[in-house]
């Protein structure tokens, strides 16, 4: 069982940013891709971004140029870099790890979940 611990939420200011982490109780969190979502109030968890164990990575076109994730294999740890944030970028923030290291937008394909981290922005 793999465990994630989501940090790094918090209250801002649209045009703001933040770092979410995610950290990873696996020695194997090099051979996960990694994923995080996004829940809303009232909506569906929704797909923000990938990222594979090569490092490549795949956005939603909502956050395009302004998210960017990135993983430190050394830490056991993903981040997600969010930038220019707007109002509805609100939301429960989870990350998800994938056990056979496939990129994929598909919620169902994840293996492991976090417990989410709330990130609230005001405008």
């Known amino acids: 069982q793999v465990q994630l611990v989501e940090s790094g939420g918090g209250l801002v200011q649209a045009g703001d940013s933040l770092r979410l982490s995610c950290t990873a109780s696996?020695?194997?969190?090099?051979?996960?891709?990694m994923g995080w979502f996004r829940q809303a109030p009232g909506k569906e968890r929704e797909f923000v971004g990938t990222?594979?164990?090569?490092?490549?990575?795949y956005y939603t076109d909502s956050v395009k140029g302004r998210f960017t994730i990135s993983r430190d294999n050394a830490k056991n740890t993903v981040y997600l870099q969010m930038n220019s944030l707007r109002p509805e970028d609100t939301a429960v923030y989870y990350c998800?790890?994938?056990?056979?290291?496939?990129?994929?937008?598909?919620?169902?394909?994840?293996?492991?979940w976090g417990q989410g981290t709330q990130v609230t922005v005001s405008s």
């Open positions: 990222i594979s164990r090569a490092s490549r990575t």
């Open positions: 696996t020695r194997t969190f090099s051979s996960y891709a």
């Open positions: 998800a790890a994938e056990r056979a290291g496939a990129m994929t937008s598909q919620a169902s394909s994840y293996d492991y």
